[in-house]
Every structure is written in structure tokens, then in C-alpha cells.
């Protein structure tokens, strides 16, 4: 016989999941409590386990999808007395509660007051006549906003029974100034941005502004939407690229690190005025002080590499040039200098770019410091990075070297005033005591925010950064 | 673990036995048979966890706290009450609740929301789960002043977790049972997570040096050890029978899964921490001090396997098998006696019911749930 395996409530009191993963296909044999599918709830990702054994027949649901609890997302066909009936799968089950009577949403200690029925915050009906309504609502025609008229989704919502909370629609004052759909965090995005979210049309359901709706607009609107796809499919490229097989282009929904990520670059890189300078530096001498250090004692089994001699050197440079080491606060017209550098390196990990910081690195040895930056670079290719190490960053480094690129614009991680790119290390003729020599050489790229670096700070720590690089022994003439 | 010079520690991770002259006189008589059945509760709870939490995530209990990585805490400790012992535990002793010889099903009925308490405490001598954090400390210190009303040799034990200890409840209850000597031992689950609050933010100092404070004494145990777990509750009871009053009992564990199935520990903690301590396996160290011993047969091992696959279909049946209760059972363990207020409200609420015309009522009640 076949049974239904209906989304259950995997937190207290949640509405709906994202099916983030299938485990199994059709036709496949599973054993109870076998792992089938991963579900993202808005508390947690979870893995389901089936709830009985017997062979897929149907998967409803494909990856991405968000999914009303109740809703049935696999099918079973089981052998008569193989598994019990799980009570979603009784055909009486959700379809009841979602056919007529008041539905009561579960509403547990600790989980907040109990929801509109909607989920949404209350509003009146919007513009236009909805394809189908309840007849209380869509009886009454609003005037005209200036909203992008998207048609609002039909939501079952239950006529509440209760007469004292069905007040009629029409008793709301027409001319009430509604305030643009979005969300808090959106809200504060578009505060932070000074945008004013009425002028921004929304894109989401219902007309709602999202976050890109925000960073589209700031970004020059229109203009930004190809650069949007284009990041899109880069970040795929790995996957299906030129040349693969399949359809001429990828789309991929933007959403985890990507997004988080865009929204980090826009808001910094609209909000902080970036300048850049660069200096290409002969770092023989520190590339023979590394080789010195590899084969001392005293760092045998640690692993030294260039990342952390250039570390080191931006530390000791911030000593002098302090003001690289500070934050912008807008909000309350402040600027914090930190007399503690956290200092961030920028990782590439299997989730995408990140950028775990290592607290209080300036009062860490050389020793130390290799260690911290081997824990933080492993930690964060496992993904394992801790939520703290993510956040406090003071200023960052990116080691754009790795992939053997010489240099480039970082953009500075928000709230940060510096961000410096090392290069690769190439061989190159130079300049050597009047002679052409090959030399080690390295190329600095240091972004600064404008409003809290001057040209003349930010090339004083660049230069001391290069000098070090240059020379380590000038260490000597700084501490 | 083994830089922590007051933990008290019997069985390394490794599984060997470490002897430790003060603590091993309370359990000489746990012999190699006891031992396998030491190692059978461990494995039987932890399989009760993983079904319940499987339950969960297939929509038959609204919730479970799952307990995984703290059975020894669990077993070491109830295993060395005596029946006339009284247990008020947090809603995490589930395991505590098995050694108690709480019925399966009862164990989940509370989880699936059919019933506002699982079981008879009277029958098995432990009070149903404390969802109010350290609450049952004080109904604990209570009943052990009762026990010394009636002259009786018994002991109340209460458990709760590192982040009751920073609860009022739990420090009233301790300065009560200090003041009257009261023989309550207080077991204290320290795993490490209050939720998302980690314990050395909630205490600068040990867990159990909070209870120097009140003057009672304590003593700090391997919590994933169940022989040290054992050891260390034989020594609070027999000091609480012999009218020395309370002992309050770090026993130094780590929740391995979420708060609750709610919950997503991945947000706030390090999977580093998570990996030292799997290391450190409650079940492990039994099954390898066993092998060490040559005491891990094949028999024994498909013993408990079965025992605990057994379990595990029975809390399945039992849970799944469940009747949703009547609408008006809400109104039967309320008061003892006849109350002529409630009677009033049940006469309503049957009213109110009735008005649907139909026994449907009663259904459309479950559909929504």
C-alpha cells in the first residue's frame, strides 16, 4: 500500500521548511529511520528520517522548495503491516484544518505571542481586486498606490469565527499611510543606505521589498540587474562553466554565503569611500629570513608561509599607524579606535568567501601568530569556523598571491578602515645595489576608508608594511 | 580532562580502569556481570534518544530534549538509588526515568502533547519532567524535609543542568537544605550549553564550588564516567541517609546534540568542541573497558543489541499507538477533589463542544494538531 509522508512541525510551532536536499530517489529501498531528505526550518537544518521502510514511489517536493507544514513530500509504497501510520499521513490530518474552522497555531513558552493568521503584519486589502478573495475582503476597492501592482497571493486565510475580531475591513480610515512591505532587517539596510524605502519597488511576494530590491536601487536600479546575474552564474562556473554541456545559462537562486557576502561588499563599498595604493616590493630578504625560520628549531612542525611574516609586518606597522585599526560608527558619529588588533584573514572555503578573525593577534609571537592562522585557514575550509571568530574584525588581510595574481581592489570588510592584498611572490629582474638582479617580488594593494585614513596614514602603514617586507631587520628602527 | 586534578575519573576515555583509593570502596562490588549491564542501560538509553529524536522529526512528538552524550551521568547515578529514593528531575533525565522503571510509552506522552504529565510519580518514585528551569530543586529539598519529618532513611535526588545553578529557585532550595540538613543530594548535569550560553560565561568558578557558598559539599565527577558517576552519588547518599545532609554533584558532561530538536547548535557552537568531545564517549570507554576485559562477546554485544532494538520498537508502538485524549480530560487532574469552580468551567467548555452540533468537534480539535 502506498502512505504519505506529510512535512511535520520540526521546531515549536513553525509553518513551513525548505527541502534543501533529497537523500534518496524513487525507487529506492529505505529502512525506517533512514535519512532521506535535509529540511531547513527557520530555527535549524535538520535531517529527516523516514518514518517507514519500504521503496520511494514519489518525491512531491524539489530542492529549494519551501514547504507548508502538513503538505504531503514523499510517497511510500509499504508492505501492509510495515511501519505504523505516522499521524500526518492519516488522511484526516492537515487537509481538515486547512478546509474551514479557525486555525489554531501552536504557540509555546518562549516562542513570542501567537502569530497573525497571515504570519504578516496586519494590513488592509490592497489596490487592486483580487482574482480570489473572500468576499469581505475583496469588496472593497482602496485608492491607487504607487506600488508596482503585483498581484497579492491568495493566502487560505480563515474566516475567524470569533465575531469580536472580525471587525469589517471599510471601518479603517481610507486615506492611511501605509508603510512599504519589508522586513526589519531590510528596513535597517535601507536606513544604513539612506534609502527611502517608498521610492523602491518591491520584487518579492506581495510586492515586498528585498533586500536586493534595496541594494538594486542604490546600485543604479536597472543597471545593476546584469551585474546580479553575472555574479550568479560566475559562482557556478565551477559546476557547469563554458564549454559544459546543457543550457546556455545557469541560473542559481542567490542565497547563503553569496548573499551575505553581496550584501557585506555593497554595503561596504557604498557606504565606505575606498581608495587603493600600491607598492611592489623586493621581498628576497624576507623569503631568506623565512627559509632561516623553517629550518630553526624552534619552529619546527609549525607552518610558516609568507601569509605570516606579512601578518606579522602589518601588525608591527599598525603600532605606528594606528588609525588603519578603527571604525566609522555612523550611527553614533563616532570613531572607535581599537587598541587591540583582531585581524581578519580572508578565507576561500567550500561555502564561499569568509573571513574568520584572530582576537587580540597583536599580542601574539610569530610563534603564536603561525599557529592561530593555521587553526583559523583549516577551521574555516572545514567550515567549522565558531560565529564569534566571524565577527570583531579590526582589519583584514587577502592573500590574493595563492591563485597567482599580483593585485587588486580589496574591498574592505564592513566596519573595518584597512584591508591589505598581498600578491604572489614572483621572480622578476630588479633593481638590485645599482645591478638588474632576479629578485623575490611582491606586489601590496591596501584599501582605506577614506573618511578615517588620510592618503598620508595610508601610505606612511604601507610603506612600513613594504619596509619590513624589504628589509625585516627594520623592524628594529619601529619597536 | 586529565589537567582537571578534582575530577574524580575510574574509567579513562581510553577505557582503562584507573583506581582512585577514596571512591573505589563504593563500587567493589560492581563485577564484570554488572559492568555488561551497565553498558546495556548506556546503550539502551541512547538508542531510546535517537528513537525519540526520529519521532520528533517525523511529526509524532512535538519535542524532545535529547540527552545524548550525558547517559552516563544518567545511568551512573540512578542506577545507585534505592527504590524508597525519590527523584525530581529536568526534562532531559529520561534516562534517569528508564533506570527508574518508568514505562516507555509514558516516557513520550508528555513529548506528544496527549497528556500534561506522563506518569503516576508514586509508582516509580520519581516526579514527572520539570520544564521550569531548577524548579524541582526546591520541591526536592522539600520532600527531603519531609523524609526527616517522618524519620526515614530515604533521600530526595534532584537534577537540573549548569544553567539552573545561576537560577533563584535552585540556590533557595540550597540554602533550605543546608539550614535544615535535609538529605536531598543535588545532581547537577553540567553539559556545558545553557541553550546557547556556554558555562564558563554563566560561572568564573566550577559549578560545583558554587555550592561551598551555601556550605554544603560537593564533589566534581567525570560525568561520562558511570562507574565515577556511580561512585560519587553512593558517597552524597549514604552521607544524606546518615542524617550528614546534602551534597551537590558536579558531574562534568557536554550535550552532544541540540538544546532541544528546536534547536540548532551549530549557531552558536564550535565543532571543534564537539569533536574533543566525542572523545570522550560515555559508551565508548564501558564497551572499551569491556574489551580490555574480554568481556565483550559476541553474545553480550547482540544482547544488548537486541535489547536495545527491542526498546526502540516498543517507545515507537507505544508513542505512535497513543489515543488522543477527550477534550474534557483536561479537566481530570486538575484537583483531587470536586472543585465547584472548575465544575462550572467543564460544564461550559461540554456546552461549548456540544454547540458543534456533533462529536466532530472533537476531531477537527485533533486535525489542527
Redesign the interface.
Known sequence: MIKE????????GLTESEILSWKVAVGDTVTL?QVIAEVETA???????S?FAGVITALHEEPGSIVEVGKPIVSFEVADDGG?????AAP??????AAG?A??E?N??GYGAVVESSGRPARRARNFITPVVEPVRGSVVEPVMTETPVVEPVETEPVETLPVESLPVGTRPADTVERPRSTPPVRKLAKDLGVELAAVAGTGAGGLITREDVQNFVGGGELSAPVRHLSAVSDSVSAAGLGAQGGREVRTPIKGVRKFTAAAMVASAFTAPHATEFLTVDVTPTMDLLAKLKASRAFSGYKLTPLTLVAKAVLIALRRNPSLNSRWEEASQEIVQFNYVNLGIAAATPRGLTVPNIKDADTLSLLELSEALTGLTE?AR?G?T??ADLSGGTISITNIGVFGIDAGTPILNPGEAGILAMGAVRKMPWEFQGEVALRQVMTLSLSFDHRLVDGEQGSRFLADVGAILAEPGMVLTMV | MSTDRNLIQLITPAGERISHPEFDPWVKDIGDEQLCSLYEDLTVIRRIDVEATALQRQGELGLWPPLLGQEAAQVGSGRALREDDFVFASYRENGVAYCRGVDLTDITRVWRGTASSGWDPYTVNMATPQIIIGAQTLHATGYAMGIQNDGADSVAVTYFGDGATSEGDVNEAMVFAASFQAPVVFFCSNNHWAISEPVRLQSHIQIADRATGFGIPSLRVDGNDVLAVMAATRVALDRARHGGGPTFIEAVTYRMGPHTTADDPTRYRDANELEDWAAKDPIQRVKALLERKGLLTGQVQQHVHDKAEAVAREIRSGCIGMPDPEPMDIFKHVYSAPNSWLDRQQDHYARYLASFGDPAGATSEEGAR
Open positions: 509522508f506529510r512535512l511535520p512541525d520540526l521546531g515549536e529511520n530555527k535549524a537544518v535538520v535531517e529527516l528520517p518514518p505504523a501510520s505516522p499521524s500526518g484526516a490530518g492537515a487537509a481538515t484544518a474552522t486555525k489554531r501552536p509555546l513558552v577551521t572545514a567549522k565558531a560565529p
